[in-house]
């Protein structure tokens, strides 16, 4: 897995409360970006790796509720501060069940603010970590040619080399060659491991 930088996005539409946050983030060393509308986020070019997103709930255009069902539709799972001068319960309780990480409502403490950094990016990293060994699994599944993937089904299924080889029509030895070379190109030596690795990509 390549190490990338963690990088702390925020998007609100006041310029005042942009320079606060970065100031304020740049402060303990973590590298940010500011945007002045969830549109602009969405369009911006955004590396791979480690990040958090802090957003304002009430903006002009897309609002920060939108945009985190936008970026979920998407797929793109970033971890979501909140942030409101016009917070009521309802949004709250809304934006944590869609999984934001933290709700604050302006006037914050700089403290809890970077609390919830720290727990977003602690998230964070434990997804991209996750999203990069299955990417890797990914990687390596797709090396297997078109029969080894008929045959790791079965084996994932638990079937017996000779249960295989009869419902493909090959014989009992030719699943094992095909075994062994599946066990190999996925890098593993134990049977369940790879029974786990297959499981992650469903």
């Known amino acids: 897995m390549v190490d990338s930088p963690e990088r702390v996005y925020v998007v609100d539409d006041d310029l005042s409360v942009r320079e606060a946050l970065s100031s304020l983030i740049r402060s303990v060393g973590l590298p940010v970006e500011t945007f002045s509308s969830a549109e602009d986020f969405l369009a911006a070019q955004r590396p791979p790796g480690v990040a958090c997103l802090i957003l304002d709930i ?8 939108e ?30 069940k869609k999984g934001a ?28 970590k996750d999203e990069s060994e299955v990417g890797e699994i990914r990687r390596r599944y797709d090396s297997l040619t078109a029969r080894e993937r008929e045959v790791i089904a079965f ?31 996925m890098g593993v030596t134990r049977l369940p491991d790879l029974v786990r690795m297959v499981e992650r990509l469903a």
Not at 67 to 73: C, D
Not at 82 to 87: E, L, N, S
Not at 109 to 128: K, Q
Request: aromatic share 4%; proline share 4%; charged share 20%.
């Open 58 to 65: 009430r903006m002009p255009g897309l609002n920060g509720l």
């Open 67 to 96: 945009l985190q069902t936008r970026l979920a539709q998407d797929g793109l799972s970033i971890p979501i501060i909140f942030i409101t001068g016009h917070g009521d319960i309802p949004m709250a309780v809304l934006a944590m």
């Open 101 to 128: 990480v933290e709700f604050l409502s302006k006037p914050f403490r700089d403290d809890d603010l970077l609390d919830a950094i720290h727990a977003a990016l602690e998230r964070a990293r434990a997804s991209y």
């Open 155 to 185: 084996i994932v299924k638990g079937a017996l080399n000779k249960q295989a080889a009869a419902e493909l029509g090959v014989s009992e030895m030719t699943v094992k060659v095909h075994r062994h070379n599946i066990m190999q190109k």
